[in-house]
């Protein structure tokens, strides 16, 4: 695992003890890992997320409907 050592300003480190308190975490590590997975998951593009392949899969293997079958049932629901 990757270590690095940071400077953070002193509102980051409440932030972080916050998190490592809410969280109930071992120390500050924890809180930052904790942050950048939530973090990440907002930030990430849906495409790149495993979720998001998982529900294209899916759709995937709904099949398709002709644009014949489409306008039927439009005009049908109207």
């Known amino acids: 695992m990757p270590k690095a050592m940071v400077m953070i ?3 980051a480190n ?3 003890n916050v998190v490592k308190a809410k969280y109930d975490l071992k120390d500050k590590s924890q ?8 973090f990440g998951e907002t930030l990430l593009e849906p ?4 979720e998001y ?3 294209l899969r899916k759709i995937e293997e709904e099949g398709t409907v002709s644009e014949e079958e489409f306008e039927k049932m439009l005009k ?3």
């Not at 809180?31 to 939530?38: G, K, L, P, S, W």
């Not at 495409?47 to 495993?50: A, E, I, T, V, W």
């Open 9 to 11: 300003s002193e509102k």
């Open 14 to 16: 409440r932030i972080l």
């Open 31 to 38: 809180a930052i890992n904790r942050m950048a997975e939530e």
């Open 47 to 50: 495409q790149l997320r495993p």
């Open 53 to 55: 392949l998982v529900k």
């Open 76 to 78: 049908v629901k109207v």
